[in-house]
């Protein structure tokens, strides 16, 4: 997580936020264009996310459902005024590109393995978003249509060669994905926090829900391969997972709805 100092203007904020705000000092730790993420280095720490009105709802919704669960942070407020604010308590620990955690390459591999096993093993009941499937493959129907297309994240073995291909596969295909599993739904290594090698709990869960288990896994494998550099924990993390549990032709069809976004 990389942290840049920024001064604090009350005047940017909801008035309630304040009390947060007040003889912190700021940093900007956002890693997307599509939200503005904010540390408050305060107490144990805050993170207050900000984004379009009406884009954080979902995410405060999961985050806060997971909280319960023992899975995420605590939501402290959620605020939509002129734009969604959604203010967390910052988890014990430090996320999984932090070089305590890369450093052990395999043994991160074996920890993430587990973790998500356990995670699709939980039970969902009262899950804010029950049919996650069904609002996946919508969304890249959608974004098909609008020509929106990029692989550019994926090694040739996950990507396609054309948007028409993809929607091909996802066409033919799609119906074969399940809403049965408690997902993350970008589980991605910078989404997972530790704390001496344990769970401490999981950030950014918009995409999260009752779905098909292959998403976690096709996110699980690309981001073992794009932050360790190497395709060489891809069996191992199987492995660990349960490879009977993956189906290789189900993780093609998850890399056709991904190219859509």
Sequence with gaps: ???????????????????????????DSSSSSNARVIYIQKDS???????????????????????????????????????DWMLTEKLPGNDCVSDKYLSDPARLCDVLSQLLWS?????????????????????????????????????????????GKAYDVLSQKGHLLCADTLLHGDFCLPNIILRDWKLSGF??????????RHVDLFWALWTLQYNLKTDQYRQRFIDGYGRASVEEDLLQVIGAAEVFG
């Design 203 to 212: 950030v950014d869960l918009d995409s999260g829900g009752v779905g098909d």
């Design 119 to 163: 995670l699709h093993h939980m039970d969902y009941t009262g899950c804010p978003v029950g049919n996650h499937t069904e609002l996946y493959l919508e969304r890249a129907a959608f974004n098909y249509r609008k020509g929106k297309y990029d692989n550019t994240l994926f090694p040739d073995n996950w990507g396609y060669a054309s948007a």
């Design 1 to 27: 997580m990389t942290l840049k100092p920024i001064p604090c203007r009350p005047e940017r904020y909801p008035e309630s936020l304040l009390p947060f705000l007040s003889g912190a000092q700021l940093y």
């Design 45 to 83: 720490g805050y993170f207050l996310k900000s984004a379009l009105k009406g884009t954080l709802q979902q995410e405060a919704a999961l985050t806060a459902w997971f909280h319960k669960k023992g899975l995420a942070a605590d939501v402290i407020a959620y605020i939509s005024c002129d734009k």
